[in-house]
Protein backbone atom coordinates (compact mmCIF):
# COMPACT_ATOMS: atom_id res chain seq x y z
CA UNK A 1 0.00 0.00 0.00
CA UNK A 2 1.25 3.36 -0.89
CA UNK A 3 1.73 6.78 1.44
CA UNK A 4 -1.96 7.54 0.89
CA UNK A 5 -4.89 6.77 -1.56
CA UNK A 6 -4.98 8.96 -4.52
CA UNK A 7 -7.25 9.59 -7.03
CA UNK A 8 -4.56 9.08 -10.02
CA UNK A 9 -6.04 10.19 -13.64
CA UNK A 10 -4.09 8.57 -16.84
CA UNK A 11 -5.31 10.45 -20.13
CA UNK A 12 -4.30 8.93 -23.25
CA UNK A 13 -4.91 8.19 -26.92
CA UNK A 14 -6.47 5.32 -29.06
CA UNK A 15 -3.68 4.02 -30.07
CA UNK A 16 -2.21 0.36 -29.14
CA UNK A 17 1.13 1.21 -29.37
CA UNK A 18 0.66 4.19 -27.15
CA UNK A 19 -1.87 2.43 -24.72
CA UNK A 20 0.17 -0.60 -24.15
CA UNK A 21 3.15 0.24 -23.22
CA UNK A 22 1.79 1.78 -19.74
CA UNK A 23 -1.13 -0.46 -19.12
CA UNK A 24 0.94 -2.38 -16.28
CA UNK A 25 2.04 0.70 -14.68
CA UNK A 26 -1.98 1.30 -14.56
CA UNK A 27 -2.27 -2.11 -13.02
CA UNK A 28 0.30 -1.18 -10.58
CA UNK A 29 -1.16 1.88 -9.36
CA UNK A 30 -4.67 0.14 -9.22
CA UNK A 31 -2.98 -3.15 -6.79
CA UNK A 32 -1.31 -0.42 -4.30
CA UNK A 33 -4.70 1.15 -3.48
CA UNK A 34 -5.15 4.15 -5.44
CA UNK A 35 -7.86 4.90 -7.19
CA UNK A 36 -6.96 5.64 -11.23
CA UNK A 37 -9.70 6.72 -13.55
CA UNK A 38 -8.10 6.52 -17.21
CA UNK A 39 -9.36 8.73 -20.11
CA UNK A 40 -9.43 7.33 -23.88
CA UNK A 41 -11.51 5.96 -26.73
CA UNK A 42 -14.20 3.64 -26.45
CA UNK A 43 -12.09 1.37 -28.71
CA UNK A 44 -9.86 0.68 -26.26
CA UNK A 45 -11.99 0.14 -23.51
CA UNK A 46 -10.85 -3.94 -23.44
CA UNK A 47 -7.58 -2.87 -22.93
CA UNK A 48 -7.94 -0.73 -20.22
CA UNK A 49 -10.39 -2.52 -18.49
CA UNK A 50 -7.63 -5.08 -17.57
CA UNK A 51 -5.56 -2.93 -15.54
CA UNK A 52 -8.83 -1.91 -12.87
CA UNK A 53 -8.42 1.12 -14.09
CA UNK A 54 -12.17 3.38 -14.54
CA UNK A 55 -12.94 3.97 -18.24
CA UNK A 56 -13.37 7.85 -18.74
CA UNK A 57 -14.94 7.64 -22.31
CA UNK A 58 -13.15 10.43 -24.25
CA UNK A 59 -13.66 10.34 -28.12
CA UNK A 60 -11.05 10.89 -30.37
CA UNK A 61 -10.76 11.64 -33.96
CA UNK A 62 -7.70 10.13 -34.48
CA UNK A 63 -7.14 8.19 -37.51
CA UNK A 64 -6.20 4.69 -35.80
CA UNK A 65 -8.86 2.46 -36.79
CA UNK A 66 -8.06 3.13 -40.21
CA UNK A 67 -4.41 3.68 -40.05
CA UNK A 68 -5.38 6.39 -42.26
CA UNK A 69 -2.38 9.25 -41.02
CA UNK A 70 -1.36 11.83 -43.63
CA UNK A 71 2.49 11.80 -45.14
CA UNK A 72 3.29 15.65 -44.39
CA UNK A 73 4.33 15.43 -40.76
CA UNK A 74 2.67 18.87 -40.46
CA UNK A 75 -0.80 17.60 -41.12
CA UNK A 76 -0.38 14.27 -39.04
CA UNK A 77 0.58 16.84 -36.02
CA UNK A 78 -2.22 19.03 -36.45
CA UNK A 79 -4.39 15.91 -36.05
CA UNK A 80 -2.50 15.58 -33.05
CA UNK A 81 -3.71 19.41 -32.04
CA UNK A 82 -7.36 19.03 -33.38
CA UNK A 83 -7.78 15.83 -31.47
CA UNK A 84 -6.38 17.37 -28.10
CA UNK A 85 -8.59 21.05 -28.84
CA UNK A 86 -11.96 18.75 -28.89
CA UNK A 87 -11.07 16.44 -26.40
CA UNK A 88 -10.33 19.45 -23.53
CA UNK A 89 -13.85 19.83 -22.58
CA UNK A 90 -14.52 16.07 -22.74
CA UNK A 91 -12.28 16.07 -20.20
CA UNK A 92 -13.34 19.21 -18.18
CA UNK A 93 -17.14 18.05 -18.05
CA UNK A 94 -15.37 15.05 -15.88
CA UNK A 95 -12.62 16.16 -13.79
CA UNK A 96 -13.74 19.77 -12.97
CA UNK A 97 -16.22 18.81 -11.41
CA UNK A 98 -13.84 16.16 -9.48
CA UNK A 99 -10.03 17.34 -9.74
CA UNK A 100 -7.28 14.13 -9.69
CA UNK A 101 -4.83 14.31 -8.04
CA UNK A 102 -2.05 13.52 -10.26
CA UNK A 103 -2.73 13.81 -13.87
CA UNK A 104 -0.81 10.94 -16.01
CA UNK A 105 -0.83 11.49 -19.68
CA UNK A 106 0.68 10.27 -23.01
CA UNK A 107 2.64 12.02 -25.25
CA UNK A 108 -0.28 12.56 -27.71
CA UNK A 109 -2.70 13.92 -25.19
CA UNK A 110 -1.79 17.86 -24.78
CA UNK A 111 -5.32 18.23 -23.09
CA UNK A 112 -3.92 16.58 -20.39
CA UNK A 113 -1.19 18.57 -19.57
CA UNK A 114 -3.84 21.50 -20.12
CA UNK A 115 -6.68 21.15 -17.53
CA UNK A 116 -3.44 19.72 -14.90
CA UNK A 117 -2.11 23.42 -15.79
CA UNK A 118 -5.36 24.79 -15.63
CA UNK A 119 -6.41 23.06 -12.46
CA UNK A 120 -2.47 23.89 -10.85
CA UNK A 121 -2.02 20.00 -10.47
CA UNK A 122 0.96 17.97 -10.49
CA UNK A 123 1.61 16.37 -14.04
CA UNK A 124 4.02 13.64 -15.45
CA UNK A 125 4.00 12.53 -19.03
CA UNK A 126 4.10 8.67 -19.95
CA UNK A 127 6.34 8.46 -23.14
CA UNK A 128 6.29 5.23 -25.09
CA UNK A 129 9.19 6.61 -27.44
CA UNK A 130 12.26 8.51 -26.99
CA UNK A 131 12.27 12.10 -25.86
CA UNK A 132 13.84 15.50 -26.49
CA UNK A 133 17.36 15.53 -25.82
CA UNK A 134 19.55 19.15 -25.70
CA UNK A 135 19.81 20.30 -28.98
CA UNK A 136 16.65 18.61 -30.17
CA UNK A 137 15.18 21.89 -31.16
CA UNK A 138 17.89 21.94 -34.10
CA UNK A 139 18.35 18.78 -34.99
CA UNK A 140 14.65 18.19 -35.61
CA UNK A 141 12.11 20.67 -34.51
CA UNK A 142 14.30 23.73 -36.92
CA UNK A 143 13.83 21.33 -39.68
CA UNK A 144 9.98 21.19 -39.10
CA UNK A 145 9.68 24.98 -38.36
CA UNK A 146 10.32 25.32 -42.24
CA UNK A 147 8.03 22.71 -43.43
CA UNK A 148 5.34 24.33 -45.39
CA UNK A 149 1.78 24.65 -42.63
CA UNK A 150 4.06 25.23 -39.82
CA UNK A 151 3.63 28.50 -39.17
CA UNK A 152 -0.04 28.23 -39.14
CA UNK A 153 0.11 25.03 -36.93
CA UNK A 154 1.97 26.40 -34.50
CA UNK A 155 -0.14 29.87 -34.54
CA UNK A 156 -3.32 27.97 -33.49
CA UNK A 157 -1.24 26.21 -31.33
CA UNK A 158 0.03 28.77 -29.26
CA UNK A 159 -3.76 30.52 -29.25
CA UNK A 160 -5.49 27.19 -27.89
CA UNK A 161 -2.74 27.63 -25.15
CA UNK A 162 -3.57 31.11 -24.76
CA UNK A 163 -7.34 30.62 -24.75
CA UNK A 164 -7.53 27.01 -22.81
CA UNK A 165 -5.88 28.06 -19.11
CA UNK A 166 -2.45 25.96 -19.46
CA UNK A 167 0.41 28.10 -17.80
CA UNK A 168 2.79 26.55 -19.90
CA UNK A 169 2.38 29.29 -22.80
CA UNK A 170 5.23 28.48 -24.95
CA UNK A 171 4.35 25.80 -27.77
CA UNK A 172 7.88 23.98 -28.10
CA UNK A 173 8.15 24.28 -24.49
CA UNK A 174 4.67 22.53 -23.56
CA UNK A 175 4.71 19.84 -26.82
CA UNK A 176 8.24 18.83 -26.13
CA UNK A 177 10.03 19.83 -22.85
CA UNK A 178 7.45 18.25 -20.27
CA UNK A 179 7.97 19.26 -16.67
CA UNK A 180 8.54 16.04 -15.96
CA UNK A 181 8.57 12.42 -17.88
CA UNK A 182 8.93 8.55 -17.20
CA UNK A 183 10.61 7.02 -20.45
CA UNK A 184 8.97 3.68 -20.93
CA UNK A 185 11.80 2.81 -23.08
CA UNK A 186 15.64 1.26 -22.19
CA UNK A 187 17.95 4.05 -22.40
CA UNK A 188 20.14 2.58 -25.12
CA UNK A 189 17.15 3.08 -27.71
CA UNK A 190 17.27 7.02 -26.78
CA UNK A 191 19.03 9.10 -29.58
CA UNK A 192 21.54 11.31 -27.42
CA UNK A 193 20.91 9.78 -24.26
CA UNK A 194 23.63 11.17 -22.52
CA UNK A 195 21.94 15.14 -23.70
CA UNK A 196 18.61 13.86 -21.45
CA UNK A 197 17.84 16.31 -18.79
CA UNK A 198 17.51 13.63 -16.45
CA UNK A 199 16.56 15.67 -13.50
CA UNK A 200 12.73 16.30 -15.37
CA UNK A 201 13.13 12.60 -17.53
CA UNK A 202 13.81 9.14 -15.97
CA UNK A 203 14.69 6.56 -18.07
CA UNK A 204 12.80 3.57 -16.58
CA UNK A 205 12.74 1.08 -19.49
CA UNK A 206 9.71 -0.84 -20.85
CA UNK A 207 7.36 -1.79 -17.99
CA UNK A 208 6.02 -5.42 -18.31
CA UNK A 209 4.69 -8.01 -15.50
CA UNK A 210 7.53 -9.85 -14.91
CA UNK A 211 5.42 -11.99 -12.99
CA UNK A 212 3.95 -13.65 -15.78
CA UNK A 213 6.79 -14.85 -17.28
CA UNK A 214 6.04 -16.97 -20.81
CA UNK A 215 2.44 -17.32 -20.09
CA UNK A 216 0.27 -17.24 -23.12
CA UNK A 217 2.53 -19.46 -25.40
CA UNK A 218 3.96 -22.77 -24.98
CA UNK A 219 7.06 -23.54 -27.10
CA UNK A 220 6.99 -26.66 -29.34
CA UNK A 221 9.02 -29.61 -27.62
CA UNK A 222 10.61 -30.51 -30.77
CA UNK A 223 11.65 -26.50 -31.56
CA UNK A 224 15.65 -26.34 -31.51
CA UNK A 225 15.02 -22.19 -32.30
CA UNK A 226 11.94 -20.30 -32.22
CA UNK A 227 11.57 -16.96 -34.73
CA UNK A 228 9.01 -14.36 -33.68
CA UNK A 229 7.53 -12.67 -37.61
CA UNK A 230 5.77 -9.35 -36.19
CA UNK A 231 5.26 -5.78 -38.01
CA UNK A 232 3.28 -4.88 -34.54
CA UNK A 233 -0.26 -3.39 -34.83
CA UNK A 234 -0.37 -1.06 -37.11
CA UNK A 235 1.53 -1.25 -40.40
CA UNK A 236 0.56 -4.89 -40.99
CA UNK A 237 -0.61 -5.24 -44.40
CA UNK A 238 2.21 -6.41 -46.19
CA UNK A 239 1.27 -10.17 -48.10
CA UNK A 240 4.19 -10.07 -50.03
CA UNK A 241 6.83 -9.78 -47.43
CA UNK A 242 5.18 -12.54 -45.50
CA UNK A 243 5.35 -14.37 -48.37
CA UNK A 244 9.08 -14.21 -48.75
CA UNK A 245 9.10 -14.69 -44.58
CA UNK A 246 7.61 -18.03 -45.90
CA UNK A 247 10.32 -18.93 -48.41
CA UNK A 248 12.96 -18.33 -46.21
CA UNK A 249 12.12 -19.73 -42.87
CA UNK A 250 9.61 -22.22 -44.06
CA UNK A 251 11.11 -25.76 -43.58
CA UNK A 252 14.58 -24.20 -42.08
CA UNK A 253 15.51 -27.01 -39.86
CA UNK A 254 15.48 -26.68 -36.67
CA UNK A 255 13.54 -24.13 -36.68
CA UNK A 256 9.66 -23.07 -35.41
CA UNK A 257 8.33 -19.71 -36.63
CA UNK A 258 5.16 -17.90 -35.48
CA UNK A 259 4.22 -15.29 -37.96
CA UNK A 260 1.67 -12.50 -36.79
CA UNK A 261 0.27 -11.39 -39.94
CA UNK A 262 -2.47 -8.46 -38.11
CA UNK A 263 -5.97 -7.72 -39.07
CA UNK A 264 -5.35 -6.71 -42.46
CA UNK A 265 -3.88 -9.71 -44.21
CA UNK A 266 -6.16 -12.40 -45.27
CA UNK A 267 -4.34 -15.94 -44.02
CA UNK A 268 -5.36 -17.50 -47.69
CA UNK A 269 -3.33 -14.60 -49.43
CA UNK A 270 0.09 -16.33 -48.62
CA UNK A 271 -0.08 -19.84 -50.24
CA UNK A 272 1.12 -22.72 -48.57
CA UNK A 273 2.05 -22.31 -45.05
CA UNK A 274 5.02 -24.25 -44.01
CA UNK A 275 4.55 -27.68 -41.48
CA UNK A 276 7.08 -25.64 -39.10
CA UNK A 277 4.72 -22.21 -39.33
CA UNK A 278 2.60 -20.79 -37.09
CA UNK A 279 0.45 -17.83 -38.54
CA UNK A 280 -1.74 -15.64 -36.35
CA UNK A 281 -3.33 -12.08 -36.86
CA UNK A 282 -2.03 -11.72 -33.27
CA UNK A 283 -0.41 -13.42 -30.69
CA UNK A 284 1.74 -12.50 -26.87
CA UNK A 285 4.40 -10.97 -27.97
CA UNK A 286 6.59 -10.77 -25.42
CA UNK A 287 5.47 -14.02 -24.37
CA UNK A 288 6.96 -15.93 -27.08
CA UNK A 289 10.04 -13.27 -27.48
CA UNK A 290 11.01 -14.74 -24.26
CA UNK A 291 11.39 -17.95 -25.51
CA UNK A 292 12.66 -16.77 -28.83
CA UNK A 293 15.96 -17.24 -30.45
CA UNK A 294 15.64 -14.37 -33.06
CA UNK A 295 13.06 -11.47 -33.92
CA UNK A 296 12.28 -10.04 -37.30
CA UNK A 297 10.63 -6.77 -36.27
CA UNK A 298 9.10 -3.59 -37.84
CA UNK A 299 11.19 -1.64 -34.83
CA UNK A 300 8.30 0.09 -33.30
CA UNK A 301 9.48 1.58 -30.16
CA UNK A 302 7.48 -1.39 -28.05
CA UNK A 303 9.37 -4.24 -29.90
CA UNK A 304 12.44 -2.89 -29.79
CA UNK A 305 12.20 -2.60 -26.20
CA UNK A 306 10.69 -6.10 -26.37
CA UNK A 307 13.38 -7.42 -28.20
CA UNK A 308 16.06 -6.09 -25.76
CA UNK A 309 14.53 -7.05 -22.58
CA UNK A 310 14.15 -10.94 -23.90
CA UNK A 311 17.98 -10.73 -25.09
CA UNK A 312 17.22 -12.03 -28.67
CA UNK A 313 18.82 -10.42 -31.61
CA UNK A 314 16.59 -8.90 -33.98
CA UNK A 315 16.36 -8.27 -37.92
CA UNK A 316 14.60 -4.88 -38.30
CA UNK A 317 12.30 -4.18 -41.27
CA UNK A 318 11.25 -0.68 -40.36
CA UNK A 319 7.94 0.58 -42.22
CA UNK A 320 7.15 4.00 -40.89
CA UNK A 321 7.61 7.32 -38.83
CA UNK A 322 10.27 6.75 -36.44
CA UNK A 323 10.84 2.91 -36.81
CA UNK A 324 13.60 3.43 -39.26
CA UNK A 325 15.72 5.47 -36.45
CA UNK A 326 14.54 2.54 -34.10
CA UNK A 327 16.03 0.41 -36.82
CA UNK A 328 19.58 2.40 -37.64
CA UNK A 329 19.64 2.66 -33.49
CA UNK A 330 19.13 -1.38 -32.76
CA UNK A 331 22.12 -2.41 -35.57
CA UNK A 332 24.49 0.47 -33.93
CA UNK A 333 23.63 -1.77 -30.57
CA UNK A 334 24.86 -4.59 -32.28
CA UNK A 335 22.08 -6.77 -31.89
CA UNK A 336 20.34 -6.23 -35.25
CA UNK A 337 20.48 -5.84 -39.21
CA UNK A 338 18.41 -3.57 -40.76
CA UNK A 339 16.64 -4.71 -44.20
CA UNK A 340 13.89 -2.28 -45.69
CA UNK A 341 10.96 -4.04 -47.28
CA UNK A 342 11.93 -3.70 -50.55
CA UNK A 343 15.33 -5.64 -50.16
CA UNK A 344 13.40 -8.06 -47.82
CA UNK A 345 13.72 -10.99 -50.41
CA UNK A 346 13.92 -14.67 -48.82
CA UNK A 347 17.55 -15.07 -49.40
CA UNK A 348 18.24 -11.61 -47.64
CA UNK A 349 16.01 -12.72 -44.53
CA UNK A 350 17.51 -16.00 -44.38
CA UNK A 351 21.57 -14.95 -44.91
CA UNK A 352 20.49 -12.23 -42.05
CA UNK A 353 19.10 -14.94 -39.61
CA UNK A 354 22.36 -17.08 -40.12
CA UNK A 355 24.31 -13.93 -39.95
CA UNK A 356 22.91 -13.08 -36.14
CA UNK A 357 22.58 -16.52 -34.54
CA UNK A 358 26.30 -17.35 -35.16
CA UNK A 359 27.74 -14.18 -34.55
CA UNK A 360 29.30 -14.32 -30.97
CA UNK A 361 29.34 -10.80 -30.56
CA UNK A 362 25.86 -10.06 -31.33
CA UNK A 363 24.63 -12.79 -28.58
CA UNK A 364 26.92 -10.74 -26.02
CA UNK A 365 25.61 -7.62 -26.91
CA UNK A 366 21.86 -8.89 -26.66
CA UNK A 367 22.47 -10.20 -23.05
CA UNK A 368 24.53 -7.14 -22.04
CA UNK A 369 21.44 -4.75 -23.07
CA UNK A 370 18.91 -7.04 -21.49
CA UNK A 371 20.58 -6.95 -17.95
CA UNK A 372 21.12 -3.79 -18.38
CA UNK A 373 17.10 -3.11 -19.89
CA UNK A 374 15.95 -5.14 -16.61
CA UNK A 375 18.27 -3.04 -14.17
CA UNK A 376 16.08 0.06 -15.31
CA UNK A 377 13.33 -0.76 -13.23
CA UNK A 378 10.55 -1.12 -15.07
CA UNK A 379 6.81 -1.23 -13.74
CA UNK A 380 7.37 -1.03 -10.05
CA UNK A 381 10.28 1.38 -10.00
CA UNK A 382 7.50 3.87 -12.65
CA UNK A 383 5.03 3.24 -9.65
CA UNK A 384 7.12 4.80 -7.23
CA UNK A 385 8.26 7.58 -8.63
CA UNK A 386 4.56 8.21 -9.63
CA UNK A 387 3.51 7.98 -6.15
CA UNK A 388 6.19 10.25 -5.54
CA UNK A 389 4.85 12.81 -6.80
CA UNK A 390 1.95 12.45 -4.84
CA UNK A 391 4.32 12.99 -1.60
Known sequence: MSRRRAHIAMVGIPAVSHVLPSLEIIRELVTRGHRVSYANDPAVADLIAGTGAELVPCASRLPVADNNWPDDPIAAMALFLDDAIQALPQLRAVYDREPADLY??????????????????????????????????QDVAAHLRQLPGAGAYRAKFAQWLADCGASTTDVDAFSGRPA???ALITRAMQPHAD?????????????????????????????????????????????????????????????????????YTDVAELGD?????????????????????????????????EGLLAGVPMIAVPQAVDQFMNADQLVELGVARRIDTP????????????????????????????????AEGGTRRAADLIENMLA
Open 104 to 137: LYDIGAYAARALAESQDRPVMQLSPTFVAWDGYD
Open 195 to 263: QVDTDTVTFVGPCFDTRVGAAGWTRPRDAENVLLISLGSAYTRQPEFYRQCLAAYGDLPGWHVVLQIGK
Open 180 to 182: RAL
Open 343 to 374: EATAETLRAALNDLVTDAEVARRSALLRADAR
Open 273 to 305: IPSNVEVHSWVPQRAILEQADAFVTHAGMGGCG
